[in-house]
């Protein structure tokens, strides 16, 4: 079932796992969107999502996470994105599940991949873009401040989306849509500290030819628990759904547990289905 509503999904690298499961559940019960909104692990996510490749994301971070060729620390030190996404589209061979760009190309869906100008430190979309420029609309979106360089598209130079909007329900609206669910990859009582003087100074000498952009990054914090108080306002007035893990997130940005991983994706999986009533009966309201 095609629903005109847009589906908004939150980043958080290997926390993108909750997402994961929640992806899966709605390809289980052939539940689509007409919009997907995806930031960072996000984008990534809601792309597989659109390609309708169930378990593609859990299968990959789980067999793959220890292999330095997909994920490393160390990529980072060598300007590398530590989070090889060319590594998810190359071919490795015969028992390797391509991204099956057909089924994405044919998808009845709008994919949307965000991210942040560095020049202007504003929100970039990336709307419906197909191939080689769908893989580097992903980077953009997913590259980390500081670790990595910034990934250059046809929008100008950007980094992660995160550092404009993290959660960009202000687009779906842009969108048209007044159905909109939203995936959190952290419980919904989390909150950002604000950011401390050795990350405000951090921000503000590595991007000392983009003040703005700077003063987005050290700032988000703010921004980020603005979003989050609005989520659960609109949640509670039923003018939108919104999904997250319903006990403290125990996982971090670059789990190396591949068990928890995995009981992450599954977490996500079972809690979905728990609340697919409610969910369908928000969309069908």
Not at 13 to 31: E, M, N
Request: charged fraction near 25%; glycine fraction near 6%.
């Amino acid at each position: 079932m095609l629903y005109n509503a847009a589906l908004v999904l939150e980043g958080g690298a290997f926390r993108g796992q909750y997402t994961a499961g929640v992806l899966d559940c709605l390809l289980k019960h052939h539940i689509e969107f007409k919009s997907v909104i995806g930031v960072s692990a996000g984008a990534l996510c809601g792309a597989c999502y659109v390609a309708k490749q169930y378990g593609y994301v859990n299968h990959v971070n789980t067999s793959y996470r220890h292999d330095s060729d997909y994920v490393s620390l160390k990529r980072g030190l060598h300007h590398e994105d530590i989070l090889n996404l060319d590594f998810l589209f190359d071919d490795h061979g015969w028992d390797w599940h391509q991204f099956d760009h057909h089924a994405y190309e044919r998808s009845a869906s709008n994919f949307t991949a965000v991210a942040t100008s560095i020049e202007t430190g504003k929100r970039i979309d990336f709307v419906n873009y197909r191939r080689e420029g769908l893989v580097t609309a992903l980077k953009a979106s997913s590259s980390m401040p500081f670790l990595v360089e910034p990934q250059l598209t046809d929008q100008g130079p950007c980094l992660d989306g995160g550092i404009a909007d993290s959660i960009p329900t202000d687009l779906a609206k842009e969108q048209g849509f007044d159905k909109i669910v939203v995936v959190r990859t952290r419980e919904a009582t989390y909150r950002k500290k604000s950011s401390s003087p050795l990350v405000k100074a951090l921000y503000r000498r590595q991007y000392k030819d983009y003040p703005v952009f700077a003063e987005e990054g050290i700032n988000r914090p703010e921004v980020y628990n603005q979003r989050c108080n609005e989520i659960d306002a609109a949640f509670a007035n039923q003018e939108l759904y919104c999904i997250t893990p319903q006990k403290p997130v125990k996982v971090s940005r670059f789990e190396n547990n591949v068990k928890k991983l995995a009981g992450f994706h599954d977490e996500g999986l079972l809690e979905m289905e728990q609340q697919l009533s409610q969910l369908i009966a928000y969309l069908e309201h």
